[in-house]
């Protein structure tokens, strides 16, 4: 079986870093995607919710902002939860491998520019996000 996701889009927030009582760095962001031109020509776009563990959330909130375009490389995780007020939550979100910022500013702020900043994660970094529940409690 396979689940894999690569993604490039522009992150619609800065990323939100936080810690999992065990001490675990773990960033979300926003992502917002294009689908291909419909018949009619109308741009279409996904807004993706992106989770990323350890080395890679401490990259994404120390390097990456708003509006940048980024490369996700992850899979996809459906999570169900039960919310403060007793209803049953489910969320679709991609848990991503390795993010990688595609441009950047320059120093003179004249627009963008090729960037090779990334992060992945390695095979002793995987983490089962399901293993701590809902990090964030009931957003």
Known sequence: M?????????????????YTP??????TLGLAVNRPRSK?????TDFIDVVCWR???EFAAN???KGRLVSVDGRLQIRDW?????????K?????????????KDSAGQGPKAAA?????????????GAYGDPFGDE
């Open 2 to 18: 396979l689940n894999r996701i690569v993604l490039i889009g522009r992150l619609t927030r800065d990323p939100e870093l936080r």
């Open 22 to 27: 065990q001490g675990t760095p773990v960033a």
């Open 40 to 44: 009619d020509g109308e741009e279409q």
């Open 55 to 57: 080395q890679s959330a």
């Open 63 to 65: 390097y990456l902002g």
């Open 82 to 90: 039960i919310g403060k007020d007793g209803a049953k939550r489910r």
């Open 92 to 104: 679709a979100e991609v848990v991503a491998d390795n993010i990688q910022g595609l441009d950047r």
């Open 117 to 129: 900043h990334s992060a992945a994660a390695t095979a002793d970094d995987d983490v089962d996000a």
